[in-house]
């Protein structure tokens, strides 16, 4: 505030700069260019704010505290369990809390799955515990379980090329690793053999299916995630193996015969209570303009979800927060989603279905679920960079190392992808994922794998890039018209 | 034996070093410094041949071949399963087809535990399902469990400080860490809650023990290992916490009480036979000295036991097998021991115990038991670096970024302990354990975390020193006699 004082008086009153630079000094607060610090311009304070919000986020305790706090005082919180419901009052008491209004719980009705006991071993040619994690949906196993022999298959590729009926009575075991990446790109790539792998064995005669862990780690702990059976093939059992178990299974199946033992247990539901819940930080002057942000509240029920995505929660809601505290609000109001249903499907189809009236206030949208590693990317929509308003978030992300792309999002995230398809511009703050998917959908996702000075640099970024947005009158969808 | 002859055509009939040059050039062979390869004096000759053993060894596929079989076709090797007897006959037929003489099986009798199944969970504030393993030698808890509030420790110090009667009807949980030292000094400190944390906590009037892994991860793998219950306290329940878990029940424990439900089953037998088997690489001339090398073949029941210890078996032996494989032998006979219990004791005082009148014949003991990461430092009897004969071991090791180190070896391996005390000099390669801790005792001891290139680093040290002391005729005893 100082400061302000100072810099304006150099502006206003043709103080000379170096009497400016000799009361900073005595002062002992940091002499500061005018240019920089001074109210002069809309779009000059609009930087000084924003770069204030950018380096106090650096060294503000918000988010780590929401991050321990969800991954400590809740746990997993998979959809169907009384760890969910729980989840949503911590969000609601949360919002609370940090100062945020309209506050508001939307309820949806989804199908659910929880995994009961689970076991695998191979049983020939010698016995040899598996780690294994049921796929998310997996129908389970007759309570004996199955025993059969393995067909390993070295690429997804090779399972496809398999005729129909060569797995009648196998067990098919998909063994491709997956290739670590700073996009996160290896993860599609990788992925399909986990959401089709199931249905495309089961074609071939299978009657289970076992897939090396969509992970980039070398460890046992098994990565799960959701499965998708097709309509018109019979539903097998499913899981993931530990990353050395599966090699083992390679080596062991290029010796002889292997055989394998598999029990899956899991209850469904067809009409589970799950909630998508929001908060706002209310704008000054156009309020009903809503930039929509956020993480997802639910988790795999393995870890604890504090990289996916305690951690999304965490950065978005503490960004908004430190919005929330400014002197002056922006113009827009900004509005933080805790989604209630990422990890199966389901929070994006309710919040585009409650407001689908409602599409044309929603200025933009963003998701972090990508863990809490370093930002090192802007995308903006199209068109956006042409905006005068935005001229200076190059600046304002260069020292966070943050690159501005050329290129525009082309993706906010799973949840926003209902807002997306009903017009809404996205816009996407790439984090780092080359060690993401060591970690997530794994017992390992839990509070020490987060770095807080990381999540800070996140957490530094949506709040500066949000109140820049937030505070201009910048109508993305125009720009993008205009880009065409 | 091209490059022999036109080195030693050099030395003895003066040809020009130029001309010899000239001819190895024409032959497609490296030229070669005289001095180095010649077999002038029985000096140079050793050099020369432990020099080309170490080169051959590094690129050598014999330990990998050991090491991939042992663990793909025997698996986990826990003492009183039919996996280690399994692992007796493979041991056997290995030395047999490597070449190795006087193949010998020396049985005894010791007691065993085997594990059962294992589950704990926090039950209070909430249900979460922990990652743990019993410690060796743990007993079992009641059918239906033991379920308690804890009290935590966050170091072991704290534990000892505790007043006696201060965790009557408690379950002690010791949180503390354990520091990454390249020397693997951090186990010895950590270590001692896992061996003697149970007997403490129970004089205090505990009903169970947790412990943090004794681990460097941050993993929820959790360590298992030996613990050793004291004759005047109580056996309670002891297991092992996944690092994440022991950190969440610290931080639960912060917030209020914290309860816990524990189930452990696991058998025992007090007369499991064992093996010690071991196998020579005979000596040329003076085969009844004998240097005693070798790793442990059982191992925990969790991973496949690739660090501890199928590397210390695929190390040695493969360095004796290179030996064996030499046109000449050297003097003294290599011994390969894989020794048959280390992991809950008794193998060091069996092999004792069986040839305790032949101590004199020992001419030097060594254990490689600290898995296949690169050797950093050789540590040789008090006295030794006196001897002519091993002068040129620094120049051999160099190659390999290995020093001698001016400190004597303290400890050469658990398995050699009866022999050190019985009065054999032992030597120490000693690699570098900062990954160690990471793996050892827990699921993640599996063969895709041993480094091929680390691994022949490994062997090529072992084969040379191996050489040397072999075709020598130092006499450690002595040597240490005169040091003193």
């Given amino acids: ?163 129909k009926g060569s797995l009648t009575g196998k067990i098919a075991v998909v063994t491709q690793p997956m290739t670590r990446t700073q996009d996160g790109s290896g993860y599609g790539a990788a992925g399909v053999a986990r959401r089709s792998g199931p249905s495309e064995a089961a074609r071939r005669g299978a009657i289970a299916f076992l897939t090396r862990s969509i992970s980039t780690s070398d460890l046992r702990s098994p990565h799960t995630g959701q499965t998708r059976y097709a309509d018109d093939a019979p539903r097998i059992p499913a899981a993931a193996l530990g990353v050395p178990d599966a090699e083992l299974i390679e080596r062991l199946s290029r010796r002889g015969p292997v055989r394998l033992r598999l029990n899956l247990a899991s209850t469904t539901s067809d009409k589970t209570l799950a909630w998508n819940i929001s908060a706002d930080i209310q704008g000054s002057t156009r309020a009903d303009e809503v930039i929509v942000i956020g993480g997802h509240l639910d988790s795999w029920d393995v870890g604890t979800g504090a990289i996916d995505d305690a951690s999304g929660i965490a950065i978005t809601t503490a960004a908004a927060k430190l919005i929330g505290d400014l002197p002056r609000r922006p113009a827009r109001t900004i509005r933080v989603v805790m989604w209630g249903s990422e990890e199966s499907g389901g929070s994006s189809e309710a919040y585009a279905k409650e407001h689908k009236d409602r599409m044309g206030s929603f200025v933009i949208a963003g998701e972090s679920d990508l863990g809490a590693d370093r930002i090192y990317a802007l995308q903006l929509p199209a068109g956006a960079l042409a905006a005068p308003a935005l001229a200076d978030v190059p600046a304002l992300m260069a020292p966070l190392k943050i690159i501005v792309s050329r290129e525009p999002a082309p993706f906010a995230g799973s949840d926003t992808e209902g807002l997306q398809q009903a017009g809404v511009p996205v816009l996407s703050l790439r984090q780092d994922a080359s060690r993401y998917f060591d970690l997530h959908h794994s017992p390992d996702d839990t509070l020490d794998k987060v770095d807080p000075e990381q999540l800070s640099q996140n957490v530094a970024a949506w709040a500066a890039l949000l109140y820049v947005i937030a505070d201009s009158d910048v109508d993305f969808r125009a720009l993008a018209q205009a880009s065409k």
Avoid: C
């Avoid at 700069?17 to 005595?26: E, F, P, Y």
């Avoid at 959809?79 to 919002?95: E, H, I």
């Avoid at 799955?113 to 196993?141: N, Q």
């Fill in 1 to 163: 505030m100082l400061l302000d004082f100072l810099a304006s008086l150099s502006h206003r009153r043709q103080m000379p700069r170096t009497l400016v630079a000799l009361l900073s000094a005595l002062l002992i607060v940091p002499t500061v260019a005018p240019g920089v610090a001074s109210a002069q311009t809309p779009r000059q304070s609009t930087f000084h704010v924003a770069e204030g919000l950018r380096d106090r986020a650096l060294k503000d305790g918000t988010a780590w505290t929401v991050l321990e706090s969800l991954t400590t005082e809740i746990g997993p919180r998979l959809v169907g369990t009384p760890a969910m419901t729980r989840a949503k009052d911590w969000g609601l008491a949360k919002f609370e809390s940090l100062g945020f209004s309209n506050i508001k719980v939307e309820p949806f009705s989804k199908s659910s799955w929880v995994r009961g006991a689970e076991s695998a071993s191979i049983t020939g040619p010698y016995d040899f515990p598996l780690s294994i994690l049921g796929l998310g949906g997996t129908v389970p196993t007759p309570p004996k379980g199955i025993e059969a022999e393995v067909v390993v298959f070295p690429a997804y590729a090779d399972l496809l090329a398999a005729p």
